[in-house]
């Protein structure tokens, strides 16, 4: 009977037709995100183990278990003279790192860092401590044996305890704290689509990709060059565009919102369906994400959107027009973030980005808002722009930490930053301090008022003094002003953690009147509700004035989560 089976089927024709089946193109879907799903947008943990030296004996021995284990290995390997003798000292102490990397951060971005101390230690204040070179890896449990990668951040910098701002009387909060923008990134990390199985094919792959670099690109020198690369035929590659830098999730939900079908007289059409979902508010938020995946072409579109009278619309709207880079964008954005706490940060995120001169002139009017996180949200906007940072015209004190004075007609406020930045902010018009101030600062730092010489009175300045065994003592006269004060503190020496500690001491013993606040940026995840109607149209705008409700839900945050 040769090849041929009971059932008169040749087995060449059951391979030809499984290969036909192989190289069948599937029938493309509508839009990317039917056909694929993101990969890479998970945060990685990174741990080490290091030591925080320069500590005034508040430091301790190491003492036996498996992080000192670690830290001798990780000494050896960097040959290292003495480690055990090193690991004595008093003014050093054996820590814990921890730090997240985002998704898509590219190599040289910084994270902040995470300082613990291990369950047994007796550094008893890492206060002003200098945390040493440290490499930190991703650790995984893999067949019950710890698994560590590559060296994904190298860590370094100056200790900001949590005793610094929290001043609570547990004595764990001097030995653990952060290093803001510590962890520097070692390499790219890669962000991707996988294909879904029924999908899985070159030709999809390939058509994928080149949906994707027609609507996103760049240019490398003289050279367009698309973000996106079919690597597989279940895997695209998917490099960040400038646009979206830090922005990596938004990116990623607007690439998987692009339509596969080829641009056509069928594209007016579907304008004008996502235009009606625009004017919906259970639909309005996806309606715009696909038309700012569409791009210049639904820029009518989203404009108009921008006029109607429901605020949660007009701000979807903007939103994305703002990533188009469009000047339109600007007032309603302003508009959400007076009057709706739960588009307060991504409007101010949309609004930093945009690359158009009056953009800031936009964001310094919020400087006056009553609300302190609308202006300390805008200050943020223009410090991270290169064109907003110039107006505001910060102070680098000896290389510490920067000091802004803003003008302003709101509540006045002193701001201190704990995260990535080394800065506080002083807003609006202070009060002066009082010409009697006293008081032991942190790591031998004295306020006292200075006697007036000609009438053995106080004056209105201050008398900075600091004394530290070993070192020279060191003195500043200045003004009785907050300003002046912190000045002060770091020209005897100060570091950011001692004016911070200064400022809370002054604010508990009443010396600082005015707010002080730590990081009042507004949260990222805060739920907008809605009440009356759930849709508008342009035939009955009147109906919908008073439907929205803005709120905000603001969730607990642990303060030793980065």
Not at 281 to 287: K, N, R, S
């Amino acid at each position: 009977m040769g090849c041929a089976s009971w059932f008169g089927r040749n087995s060449n024709d059951e391979d030809r037709e499984h290969l036909q089946k192989l190289l069948r193109v599937p029938a493309l879907p509508d839009l990317i995100r039917e056909a694929a799903i993101p990969n890479g947008m998970q945060e990685i943990r990174v741990n080490g183990v290091a030591v925080v030296n320069q500590l005034p004996g508040t430091g301790g021995p190491a003492l036996p278990s498996g992080f000192r284990e670690r830290l001798l290995e990780e000494m050896k390997l960097n040959e290292i003279p003495e480690p055990n003798e090193f690991l004595e000292r008093d003014s050093n102490a054996l820590v814990q790192v921890r730090g997240l990397i985002r998704p898509g951060a590219r190599r040289g971005d910084v994270i902040d860092l995470q300082i613990l101390t291990p369950p047994k230690t007796e550094a008893t204040d890492l206060h002003g401590g200098w945390l040493l070179d440290t490499r930190l890896r991703h650790q995984q449990l893999l067949q019950n044996t710890v698994r560590s990668s590559d060296v994904l951040a190298i860590g370094t910098g100056r200790m900001l305890t949590r005793a610094d701002y929290d001043g609570t009387e547990d004595p764990t909060l001097q030995v653990t704290g952060r290093i803001l923008s510590g962890g520097v990134v070692q390499s790219d990390r890669k962000l991707g689509l996988v294909v879904r199985p029924q999908f899985q094919h070159v030709e999809v792959s390939k058509a994928i990709a080149k949906a994707i670099n027609s609507r996103f690109y760049f240019f490398d020198g003289s050279t367009r060059r698309g973000i996106a690369k079919a690597t597989e035929d279940d895997f695209i590659e998917i490099d960040v565009h400038p646009r979206y830098h830090e922005r990596e999730e938004r990116l990623m939900t607007v690439v998987r919102a692009l339509t596969l079908a080829a641009e056509s007289s069928s594209t007016q059409t579907r304008l004008v369906e996502l235009g009606k979902k625009l004017r919906t508010p259970t639909t309005a938020a996806d309606a715009a994400l696909q038309l700012e995946a569409i791009g210049e072409g639904a820029v009518p579109t989203l404009v108009e959107a921008t006029k109607l009278e429901n605020p949660e619309l007009r701000f979807y709207a903007a939103e994305a027009l703002a990533y188009l880079d469009r000047v339109e964008a600007i007032e309603p954005l302003i508009d959400s973030i007076r009057a709706e706490p739960a588009f307060r940060a991504p409007a101010l995120i949309a609004l930093q980005g945009i690359d158009q001169t009056s953009a800031v002139a936009a964001l310094k009017g919020l400087l006056d808002e009553a609300s302190l996180e609308a202006r300390y949200g805008a200050m943020a906007a223009l410090r991270d722009r290169e064109d907003g940072r110039v107006t505001l015209r910060g102070e680098n004190l000896q290389g510490q930490f920067r000091l802004y004075e803003i003008e302003s007609a709101g509540p006045p406020a002193v701001i201190v930053s704990l995260i990535r930045k080394h800065e506080i902010v002083l807003m609006g018009d202070l009060t002066p301090l009082p010409h009697s101030m006293s008081m032991i600062g942190p790591d031998g730092i004295v306020i006292r008022p200075l006697e007036d010489t000609n009438t053995n009175t106080d004056s209105t300045r201050l008398r900075i003094s600091r004394f530290r065994p070993g070192k020279p003592d060191a003195f500043a006269e200045v003004d009785a002003n907050v300003a002046s004060l912190i000045r002060g503190i770091t020209e005897v020496g100060g570091v950011y953690g001692d004016a911070i500690a200064t400022l809370r001491m002054a604010k508990e013993q009443g010396m600082l009147v005015d707010q002080l606040a730590f990081d009042p940026l507004p949260k990222s995840q805060r739920t907008y509700y809605r009440d009356g109607a759930d849709s508008e149209s342009e035939e009955d705008d009147e109906s919908d004035e008073n439907e929205e409700d803005g709120g905000d839900e603001d969730e607990d945050e642990d303060e030793d989560d980065e």
